[in-house]
């Protein structure tokens, strides 16, 4: 799971778009955060929200600067 981090992306950033999109469902997996991304419009003309790849490349990106964070497993 995954959810917003402790940093706020630039406004009007593939970054912005990928955190609302996380803070619309406030904790996500990342398959339905990559499905979400590929039916949204970003402000930047190469992104590729169509290609996993690229997706999963943006989120590590926003998870490495905590944009993002990673939800630790629940044990029980």
């Known amino acids: 799971m995954i959810k917003l981090g402790r940093i706020s992306p630039n ?8 955190v609302a999109l996380v803070g619309m469902k ?3 997996t ?3 955060l ?5 039916d949204c419009s970003f402000p930047h003309p190469r992104a590729q929200p169509k290609d996993p790849q690229w997706c999963q490349g ?3 990106g926003c998870v490495r600067n905590a944009f993002l964070e990673i939800v630790p497993p629940v044990e029980g």
Do not use: C, F, Q
């Not at 406004?11 to 990928?18: E, F, G, M, Q």
């Open 11 to 18: 406004p009007n950033t593939v970054a912005a778009s990928i």
């Open 34 to 38: 990559i499905a979400d991304m590929a």
């Open 58 to 60: 943006y989120i590590s």
């Open 30 to 32: 990342r398959r339905d």
């Open 26 to 28: 406030g904790e996500i």
